[in-house]
């Protein structure tokens, strides 16, 4: 009996430190993603992967502000949305139930603390790639 409560115990601290690290993988990756897609479409929006323009020199600058991104501003954002995953079908019926704008506005106010500080950090990615950018075509200009 006392080796069952032992496995038993731990089979339990094995699951929760298997779920921590899964929950610190997702994060870590959901924020990189936020920030790999926020400044995809940055560079769209700009026109620098237009047809007509070196999307060589964008996608070189892109990933170069991509290693130099600081993704802890998102974390907190990003920490919530993986642990409220898993409630997805009780919103899905909430908002079925409530209507969508009263599910969005739980929402808003579930991820507005963290939001102010994701958004600034976005903006500042963006102000980074377009510095590097800016930089990068002038100095292609001049050595022609």
Same mark, same amino acid.
């Given at each position: 009996?006392?080796?069952? #409560?032992? @496995?038993? =115990? &731990? /089979? ?9 690290? *899964? ?37 070189? #600058?892109? @990933?170069? =502000? &991509? /290693? ?9 954002? *990003? ?37 102010? #500080?994701?958004?600034?950090? &976005? ?10 950018? *800016? ?10």
């Amino acid at each position: 009996m006392p080796l069952m #409560v032992v @496995r038993y =115990v &731990l /089979r339990r601290l094995w699951r929760k430190i298997i779920y921590i690290f *899964a929950v610190k993988d997702a994060t870590t990756a959901l924020t990189e993603y936020w920030h790999r897609a926020f400044l995809i479409d940055h560079m769209v929006r700009a026109g620098h992967l237009a047809p007509d323009v070196d999307t060589d020199l964008a996608i070189r #600058v892109y @990933r170069q =502000v &991509l /290693r130099e991104i600081d993704p802890s501003p998102l974390t907190g954002l *990003a920490r919530q949305t993986v642990a409220n995953a898993r409630n997805v079908l009780r919103v899905l019926a909430r908002a079925r139930r409530l209507g969508t704008a009263e599910v969005t506005k739980s929402f808003g106010e579930v991820f507005s603390s963290h939001w102010k #500080v994701a958004s600034e950090s &976005l903006v500042t990615t963006s102000r980074r790639y377009n510095a590097r950018y *800016a930089a990068e075509v002038e100095l292609k200009e001049h050595t022609g």
